[in-house]
């Protein structure tokens, strides 16, 4: 058996499948990528991923894209320990807020994080004629024309105001869902619990707390729990070089009070 994850230092949803390919104590080979230097445009890695994303997950000659996807893979490819509620319902529950994180948390966590600290290190890496040919090679339309209003105008930009609108309401509801049970999907750590960290740490890395604390008192102590979890300790926090997450402060501080005042209007 040989697990190769094709993955980036920063990325979110490579942190999800890190996550579960731990619990399942899974050992795996890494590839790592550099998505500033444009490494996920190569047409090497677009032969296994043609939207140009990470993570992959390669099993033996088995290609398995979208961190979802991935995720469930290896919760029944390695059932020990199961990652699901015993419940078809609470299944059901949990695989919604897995969709959640997915169409809405994920582009605007992504935005929001471009907006206050990727694009700085984009312009410190390349040239104008570089970045053009970056923001060229993005597959998906979308994502690229998102990608460059941010680029340009930071958390000014329309994107970035959409992007923390919708991310407020999707917390105001994960707050709520909180009340009910410990994890989100119910009594037991799940797909759900992995799919959400990453971006809950990622807006905390970006000096964003200011969203919950104080504010949404159960999604403070579902994160508090999470952080003291080991794998997620391990395999997640403890991997994000030092340097990244001075930079991810630092920049995040100087964009907060923009950012309160575009979800809460202070
Ligand atoms: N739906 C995809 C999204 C993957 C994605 O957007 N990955 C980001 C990192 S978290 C990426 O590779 N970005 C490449 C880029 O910024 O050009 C998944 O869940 O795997």
Not at 34 to 59: E, H, M
Not at 147 to 173: F, T, W, Y
Not at 204 to 211: A, E, I, K, P, R
């Amino acid at each position: 058996m040989n697990l190769v994850l094709y993955h980036s230092v920063e990325s979110t949803c490579a942190q999800k499948v890190k996550l579960v390919l731990a619990e399942k104590q899974l050992v795996w080979e890494e590839e790592k990528l550099n998505l500033r230097r444009g490494d996920q445009f190569s047409p090497a890695y677009l032969a296994l991923n043609p939207k140009g994303v990470v993570p992959t997950l390669v099993y033996d000659s088995v290609v398995i894209r979208e961190s979802t996807v991935i995720n469930e893979y290896l919760d029944d490819a390695f059932p020990e320990p199961s990652l699901k509620p015993a419940s078809p319902a609470v299944v059901a529950d949990m695989r919604l807020w897995v969709k959640t994180f997915d169409d809405d948390v994920h582009p605007a966590v992504g935005v929001t994080t471009y907006a206050t600290v990727l694009r700085h290190q984009m312009q410190e890496m390349k040239s104008e004629a570089e970045l053009e040919d970056h923001f060229a090679k993005i597959p998906d339309p979308a994502r690229r024309m998102r990608q460059i209003s941010v680029h340009d105008c930071g958390i000014d930009a329309e994107p970035a105001a959409v992007a923390l609108k919708q991310l407020d309401g999707v917390l105001d509801r994960l707050d709520m869902q909180l009340a009910e049970s410990s994890w989100i999907a119910g009594e037991q750590f799940s797909l759900a619990d992995c799919a959400a960290a990453p971006y809950i740490l990622r807006l905390d890395m970006l000096q964003f707390s200011g969203l919950w604390e104080g504010r949404r008192p159960n999604l403070g102590s579902w994160y508090r729990r999470v952080s003291d979890h080991t794998n997620f300790k391990n395999v997640v926090v403890n991997q994000i070089p030092q340097s990244l997450a001075e930079k991810f402060s630092q920049y995040g501080k100087q964009v907060w009070p923009k950012v309160e005042a575009i979800v809460f209007g202070a």
